[in-house]
């Protein structure tokens, strides 16, 4: 049941949810852009393994870029992280009233996590052994 | 505020909450024991790190045949990675596809166009739940 709301993006964007708010926005657009990414590469794979087909072949070649890799794994290990935090917290709902804390320590696993996994994508870019 | 027991029905929608937990821990888990048990077996010195990563999401025995391994045949490639990947392919698309439903429809609301968004997100669900099972078996 959906409630009647008739509220623009940008108006949406006013409302001050803080740090859970963009949360709860970038695992709904990191879920919809991991429905479209990974779900192209897995038909693109299997026409590539049945068909050999030259276009699913250069589908997979831009996926595998690593200018493509690095918005992936934002996506992937954002939507990881974050889904854990929500499962978690759902679990045990008495801990809900410390969200904001646990989200500033997803920030904290997030950050090391995705930094590494730039900084051997670019190296590797850069050394040209990728 | 008085506190008061709700009983949740098994309505359709909360099945899937609650599916949707399951299988998104699921997915970390089943990630972590193909990251484990590459490492187990031997991918330290025998696969790069794109090769890991690719098993680790999806360990199929294609994933790892440009790599150092003599025999991908021996550990790589056997009935219990193929339940591993049939798992993974049923949560992953699942969770997938039921998370495009929720956002579709919190946009869209209940209108005469959910029924056909349902119906169009049960066929692309299907579809990709037999070409994933096909490629498992199959190759």
Known sequence: MGLKRRVGFFAGLKYRGGGPMWAWMLHRITGIAMVLFVGTHVFASFFMQQTGSDFATNINIVYESWIFQIVVVFIVIFHGLNGMRIAILDIWPKYQVFQREALWLQWLVFIPIYALTVFILVQRAITGSY | ?139
Do not use: C, K
């Open chain 2, 1 to 139: 505020m008085s506190s008061r027991t709700v009983q949740p029905g098994l309505s359709f929608e909360y099945v899937m909450w609650i599916f949707t937990r399951i299988s998104g821990l699921s997915l970390i888990l089943l990630a972590a024991i193909g990251v484990i048990s590459a490492f187990a077996l031997g991918a330290r010195t025998q696969v790069d790190l794109p090769t890991l990563v690719r098993w680790t999401f999806f360990p199929n025995p294609n994933h790892v045949i440009n790599s150092n391994i003599p025999d991908v045949t021996l550990g790589w490639a056997n009935a219990f990675w193929q339940v591993m990947q049939i798992l993974i392919v049923f949560f992953g698309v699942t969770h997938g596809f039921n998370g495009l439903r929720m956002v579709l429809e919190d946009f869209i609301g209940q209108s005469i166009a959910t029924p056909l968004l349902r119906g169009f997100i049960f066929l692309l669900w299907i579809f990709s739940l037999v070409i994933g099972v096909y490629v498992v078996i199959f190759s």
